[in-house]
């Protein structure tokens, strides 16, 4: 059984476990038009996570989407975007590449 992800950051805490460092790594490092790429690859794994869990922990997630967001009219593709760019984000903040002098 999967775990609940009622949250932003538990998915993303769960994306992460779950993708290897190079992944990880690459992830970190694209530009922002480079997230179209991720979204098709995390994407599937994305709705993946969302379509195994209760309608009840699906709507606290979308709950807490908007919230962070702050884009009240946010649909569940949206959100998933959303998710994403919080990933590619907290990743560039973790796995970034840099210069080591």
Do not use: F
């Amino acid at each position: 059984m999967a775990p609940k992800l009622n949250t932003v950051d538990e998915v993303i805490d769960d994306i992460i476990a779950e993708m290897p460092l190079d992944d990880r790594v690459r992830t970190a490092n694209l530009d922002e038009d480079g997230i179209a790429v991720a979204q098709l690859a995390l994407g599937k794994y994305l709705r993946y996570l969302i379509e195994n869990q209760s309608e009840d922990v699906n709507e606290k997630l979308l709950k807490d989407c908007i919230k962070q967001s702050g884009n009240e009219t946010l649909d569940e593709d949206e959100a998933a975007l959303y998710i994403l760019k919080e990933l590619w984000n907290r990743l560039r903040e973790t796995h970034r590449l840099r210069a080591v002098k």
